[in-house]
């Protein structure tokens, strides 16, 4: 007869019983843990720069315009004022260049018309029993002669000054531009006369505003790619010409 602890001893460890078919499997530990520690740990998108801006960054098209009545008119957002504007100032050109009417002989005309009317009304209103029309005084406020002297008389000081500082040297990038944009007045005005150049710098007023704030982006990134050729160009011009003017003389002037 065997020993009972010899049987123990050599006895195979027990097997596990595999589950019964139909039972369910213990459930799972969800993963919200490690989605929300996801979430948390990911970083904050990066703020993109919206790149070169020809008002800067935080300016607008109405703000660069005076932010006052005269954007208002200039983005029609006074429709009724810029309609105004442009008819008239269409009216004007008509008469002048179409039509080749004078300027003195239309302010005669009108006036002839404005008082012939006026008198007749006034006369009429005697015998109709009525009272005569009540013309308004009209006077020119000396604050608003101010005002426009002191303005005029600011932006051709301003003119002065940058003239006699692209004269002096001080700045090529600014002598550039006014050479450049002297020249462009010149090519306009000798094809047209200063009447047309007024009807047509009106007439850009009151569309080139307008459709750069409706396609700001677009414009922007254009002028961007522009103005880095720009400097490019302005680069090569400043290393092989520029750069090759002496200046020893100047330098020695000032040392002195």
């Known amino acids: 007869m065997a020993d009972p602890a010899e049987e123990n001893v050599a006895s195979p460890p027990p097997t596990p019983v595999a589950p019964a078919e139909g039972a369910s499997d213990p459930p799972l530990q969800p993963a919200a843990d490690d989605a ?18 020809l008002l800067g960054e935080d300016t607008s098209v109405h703000k660069a315009l005076g932010g006052g009545k005269t954007a208002d008119v200039l983005l029609w957002k006074d429709k009724k004022t810029s309609a105004v504007v442009i008819v008239g100032a269409t009216v004007i050109w008509v008469l002048f260049e179409v039509l080749d009417y004078h300027l003195l002989t239309l302010i005669s005309h009108v006036l002839i018309g404005l008082l012939a009317v006026l008198f007749l009304w006034s006369k009429a209103t005697t015998f109709i029993k009525k009272s005569p029309p009540d013309i308004p005084v009209v006077q020119i406020p000396e604050d608003l002669v101010v005002n426009v002297s002191r303005a005029l008389c600011n932006d051709i000081n301003r003119a002065l000054h940058l003239f006699r500082e692209i004269a002096m040297g001080h700045d090529l990038k600014k002598c550039l531009f006014v050479i450049v944009g002297l020249w462009v007045n010149s090519v306009f005005g000798s094809s047209c006369d200063l009447l047309t150049l007024i009807y047509i710098a009106v007439l850009l007023l009151h569309t080139v505003p307008i459709l750069y704030d409706k396609y700001q982006d677009k414009v922007d990134h254009f002028a961007g790619r522009a103005h880095i050729e720009a400097l490019k160009q302005y680069e090569v011009l400043d290393a092989k010409v520029v750069s090759k ?3 020893g003389l100047v330098k020695s002037k000032k040392q002195n």
């Open 36 to 53: 929300s520690t996801e979430v948390v740990s990911a970083p904050a998108p990066e703020v993109r720069s919206r790149g070169f801006r």
């Open 245 to 247: 003017i002496p200046r």
